[in-house]
C-alpha cells in the first residue's frame, strides 16, 4: 500500500517497506498480567492517584508570603461565612467540591504603588497608574512621581470591606492616594517643592493621612517617597532662571563675604608679621644689652685684674729695692759678685794702685764699680 505524506505532497511512502508492528517483549507482558501487579501495584497507584485527587479537592496551600481568608458557602463543619481566623503559610481543609469552601489568598510582603509618568511599565502594569497632578498654592500645576510602600496587616478587613484578590489596591490605597497628596502637597508652592526638608516634612504628614484613612481597611503605609516631580515647560524655565538669578546674588554675597574674610585675614596676617617682627627687635635689643654688659663686666674684671698686677708688680719692686737699700745689700752684691765670679777659672786684675782690683776688699770693689749703700 502507498500513501501520500500530507506535509509533502509530492512525497510517498511505502507501508510495506515499515516493516512488522511492534509487540511488547515477552517479561514486560508477563508483568503486567502477573497477579503482583493486579493485587499490589494497581490498588497503590490508584490509592496515590485518589490521594492527589483528595488533595487537590479538599486541601488549599497558602505560600510563603501570603496570608489565607476562607470563605464558607454550605456548612459542613464549620460556620457559613467569612472565617476572621487568617490562615499562615501551609496546607489548609477547605472542601473544593461543588464550590463550598474557598481560599482566598492575599500578599504578606510589602506592595509597591507608583504615580508616575515617566515609567515604562505604567501602561502594562496595574500597580503603577499616572502621576500626581498636584496644584500649588500659589496656582501653578505641577506633576509629581512617588511610591507609596504599604503592606496588609489585617486580611480580614481587607477581604470584608474591599474584597478579593487586587480589590485593596484599586479600592483601597489607590483612591485614597492622590487626594491626600494634593491635600499635603498643594499647602506647598512652586519655589516651595525645591525646599526638601518642607517637601519631608509634607510627605510625612500624607503618610500620616493614608495611614489614618487606610486603618479601616486593615492597610498599612510604611513609606512615601517623591521621586521626580514636573513642572510645564515655561514655569520650569522661569523658575530655574529664577533659581539661576538666586543662585547669582548668592555667589556674589558668598564672593563679597569671602574678599572681606580674606582683607580681615590679610590684616591679621600682616599684624601678627609686625607683631613677631617687633618682638624679634626687642629680643635682639635685649641680647644686644646683655652683651654689652657682658663685655664691660669682662673689661671691668680684667682692668681690675691688670690693676692688681701692676700694684702687686710695683709692690715687690718696693719691697725689692727697699731690701737692696737694707743692711744686708752688700751681702747680696757680694753674692750676686760671687755668681759671676762662679764661671771664671783664671781672673787677672791688678791689685796695686788707684785701680787695682782687691776682690778681697769688699768697700773698693763697691767704690769701683759706684755701688752706694
Known sequence: MVTKDPDHEDRFIDMRRLGPQWTAPPGVASFFGSPFFRRVVLPVAGALIGLKVLMLLCLAYVGPNEFGIKVVRVAVFGGRGVHKEVYDPGF??????????RMYLFPKDVQVLDLTGTREEASREASITKAAHIQTSDGFFVDVDVSILYRIVDPYLVF????????????GILPKAEPVLKQTLGELTTEEFYNSPLRTSKVALAKEYLNRDLQQYGLQVDQVLVRYFRYTDEIQKNI???KLKDQLVFKNQAEARAATEGARLMKAIQEGQASVGVKLQEGRSYVTTKEAERDRYVRTKRAEADL????????????????LQGAGSDRMVGLKLAEVYRGLEVLVLPSDGPSGVNPLNLEQTMKLFDIKK
Open 92 to 101: 489548609h481543609l477547605v472542601l473544593k467540591p461543588l464550590d463550598l469552601e
Open 308 to 323: 692688681l698686677i701692676k700694684l702687686a708688680d710695683a709692690r715687690k719692686t718696693q719691697l725689692r729695692n727697699d731690701a
Open 240 to 242: 530655574e532662571d529664577k
Open 160 to 171: 470584608t470591606k474591599l474584597g478579593p484578590g487586587r480589590l485593596f489596591e484599586s479600592n
